[in-house]
């Protein structure tokens, strides 16, 4: 029995279709921006020192290849590999989390903090410009 090609696509297309989304539903599963506290002493204590000898081990490689990537005219595609990947992997994200880059919730509290200093200088404003009044 001979199967058609229409009929070959479209089974290939569900058999992909098939294995990729279950790995789309554990990736959303495996964020986790409320780390416990054995992930931040973990993170701590393994994951930050061997992101500060990956920053300094990719400079030292970056500066070695930089003549050839110069020429090559990769001189920046090499650095965001070796150096800005890990000192985004190291520095730029919350102790335990998984995910590089800044959350919600550090975005968020960041607005609030402004938006108190701002209401606090204004009340200190107010005040001085009652007490010049009087």
Same mark, same amino acid.
């Given at each position: 029995?001979?199967?058609?090609?229409?009929?070959?696509?479209? #089974? !290939? /297309?569900?058999?992909?279709?098939?294995?990729?989304?279950?790995?789309?539903?554990? &990736?959303? $599963? @495996?964020? %986790?921006?409320?780390?416990?506290?054995?992930?931040?002493?973990?993170?701590?204590?393994?994951?930050?020192?061997?992101?500060?000898?990956?920053?300094?081990?990719? #400079? !030292? /490689?970056?500066?070695?290849?930089?003549?050839?990537?110069?020429?090559?005219?990769? &001189?920046? $595609? @090499?650095? %965001?590999?070796?150096?800005?990947?890990?000192?985004?992997?190291?520095?730029?994200?919350?102790?335990?989390?998984?995910?590089?880059?800044?959350?919600?919730?550090?975005?968020?509290?960041?607005?609030?903090?402004?938006?108190?200093?701002?209401?606090?200088?204004?009340?200190? $404003? @107010?005040?001085?410009?009652?007490?010049?009044?009087?």
């Amino acid at each position: 029995m001979k199967i058609s090609a229409g009929a070959r696509r479209l #089974t !290939a /297309a569900l058999v992909i279709v098939g294995m990729a989304l279950p790995q789309t539903l554990w &990736a959303q $599963e @495996a964020i %986790d921006e409320s780390p416990n506290e054995f992930a931040m002493v973990g993170d701590l204590l393994v994951a930050r020192p061997i992101g500060m000898v990956m920053v300094v081990g990719g #400079t !030292a /490689a970056w500066l070695v290849s930089l003549p050839f990537t110069l020429l090559a005219g990769h &001189a920046g $595609e @090499a650095a %965001d590999t070796l150096i800005a990947g890990p000192v985004e992997t190291t520095f730029m994200r919350c102790l335990g989390c998984r995910n590089t880059g800044y959350t919600d919730k550090d975005i968020e509290w960041a607005r609030e903090m402004k938006a108190r200093e701002a209401a606090e200088a204004a009340e200190k $404003e @107010a005040a001085a410009a009652a007490a010049t009044d009087s």
